[in-house]
C-alpha cells in the first residue's frame, strides 16, 4: 500500500489543481461529474474535458512505470 500511495502522489504531482481536485473528489471520492461541477460552478462538460485531460495523463504516466 505504501508503494501505491507513492505512486498515486506522483502522478497527482502531474495534475494542474483543477485537474487534482477532480481526480480526488470523483474517482477517488466517488462524487458524480454532475455534483462537482454545481458545487464548482461549472459546465458538466468542462468536468468532462478535465476527465478526458486526467485520462490522457493517466496513461502517459503508466508508459513511464
Do not use: W
Request: hydrophobic share 30%; aromatic share 10%; proline share 2%.
Amino acid at each position: 500500500e505504501l508503494q501505491y500511495n507513492m505512486l498515486m502522489e506522483k502522478f497527482k504531482s502531474t495534475l494542474t489543481p483543477r485537474q487534482r481536485d477532480v481526480f480526488e473528489c470523483c474517482y477517488e471520492g466517488g462524487q458524480t461529474y454532475a455534483d462537482y461541477a454545481r458545487e464548482n460552478n461549472i459546465t458538466r462538460q468542462s468536468v468532462k474535458d478535465i476527465k478526458d485531460l486526467i485520462n490522457k495523463k493517466i496513461e502517459k504516466f503508466k508508459k513511464t512505470l
